[in-house]
């Protein structure tokens, strides 16, 4: 007895994902409702004719969000647009929010008011109603719990898993904006500690900034696909970059896929501010995250009807499993594309194990 020592794994030995996987390997689906439970951007309930989607995300003070340059405002509004993201990705409309908070005695009514402006805001913006939560005390800081449910027609609903050889990846909007806004604030921050006299220079950096403090859901895009007639094979929003993003969608569909780097949609802005922070733009739009565009794939025979959408790009293309992930670069060479930080995922998509 006294001998015994508690087995101790350190959860960063798995990921995130791996630690997800995990966990739940034993959870056991006991309702022929759940249509699909872990493992999506959000979980599918069969609800008569159509099926409800949900989706839930927990953000955390000095993890997800830095007060010191989080307006509260615009921390309630990306708290409820980010989880409306995850609920479009299924093809989805979003209907109905709860928002949960946790909160030090450090936040004064005021404070907590500013926050529910942002959150309100959001619901007028997307059309959802916010239907309830919960409030309790915490001991250090501020966290968040966001869940958000929709709907869609039963016929409508897109996975991540549905993407087949010779489909089209697509991905709205541009990419990276949102890493290199967060890397100003940080760099901004750091001299503000470093020199609290120092004017943070934010003026003229506004799309970056607003990319990272404000961002959007593309609800546009899920009208476009319904008023084309056009459902995605697989979609997936792009919460933790394209790269990382884009092997989901191939390790749960089975499939392999290229992207040309030439047609990563960049702004200039973005592009211009990457180089000043000695950061390669492409990396920093397959990387970057919090872009909250959708990364979506389409039959062959949809490409006419995207041609017309607006802000869509055609990256790459879906194929075989074995052919792994690939990044065809403007130089003309083919390399393996890497997510980083997720070693055990990149073997098994890329297909090199
Ligand atoms: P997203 O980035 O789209 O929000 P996540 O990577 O957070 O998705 O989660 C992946 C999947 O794992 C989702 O289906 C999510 O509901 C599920 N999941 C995440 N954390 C847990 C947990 N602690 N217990 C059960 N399921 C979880
Ligand atoms: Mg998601």
Redesign the pocket.
Known sequence: MDNFKPKFTDVNTLG??GL?EK??ENTVKYHTSTVKG????A?VINYGDAYMVM???LLIEGIHFDLMYSPLKHLGYKAVVVNLS?IYAMNAVPTQITFSIAISSKFSVEALEELYLGINEACRIYNVDLIGGDTTSSTKGLSISVTAMGQVKKEKITYRSGAKVGDILCVTGDLGAAYLGLQILEREKQLYVSSPGIKPDLEDQKYLLERQLKPEARKDSIKYFEKEGIIPTAMI?V??GLASDLMHICKASGVGAYVEEGKIPIKQEAELMAIKFRLDPATTALNGGEDYELLFTIDESDLEKIKYMPDVYIIGEITEKKEGLKLHTTGGNIHPLKAQGWNHFDEEATGQN
């Not at 872990?38 to 951007?41: A, K, L, R, S």
Request: proline share 0%.
């Open positions: 995130e994902f997800i966990l739940t872990i493992g999506d951007d979980a989706s839930t995300d995850d929003d919460s933790d």
